[in-house]
Nanobody, 122 residues
Framework: QVQLVESGGGLVQAGGSLRLSCAAS????????MGWFRQTREKEREFVGA????????YYADSVKGRFTISTDNVKNTVYLQMNNLKPEDTAVYYC???????????????WGQGTQVTVSS
């Protein structure tokens, strides 16, 4: 089973930037889609964005559109989430996962990583 490991989280002030990484243990997802999600204690896991491994298609939640960018490095088997102009409401644990479908539905994704905490202070 593909293993996904997220990294890059941390504490940042509002307006700042962070880049999260999601390293995949193998190339299984190269014909599929990778997604980023986030979750807080108060909310269910929500979709942030998704990208096809070939990088030809991306899809973002309205709440992050224009601020977040997803990209892939097929040589490193890694997916990135560049987060700019961060807001306190972006505070959450961020997860990556894979899917065979280009979708924003959480249950269609699997092989979840352990998550990385992002905290945005006001």
């Amino acid at each position: 089973q593909v293993q996904l490991v997220e990294s890059g989280g941390g504490l940042v002030q509002a307006g700042g930037s962070l880049r999260l990484s999601c390293a995949a243990s193998e190339r299984t997802f190269h014909n599929a889609v990778m997604g980023w999600f986030r979750q807080t204690r108060e909310k269910e896991r929500e979709f942030v964005g998704a990208i096809s491994w070939r990088g030809s298609s991306t899809y973002y939640a309205d709440s992050v559109k224009g601020r977040f960018t997803i990209s892939t490095d097929n040589v490193k088997n890694t997916v990135y989430l560049q987060m700019n102009n961060l807001k306190p409401e972006d505070t959450a644990v961020y997860y990556c996962a894979g899917s065979t479908r280009f979708t924003n539905i959480v249950r269609n994704f699997g092989s979840w990583g352990q998550g990385t905490q992002v905290t945005v202070s006001s």
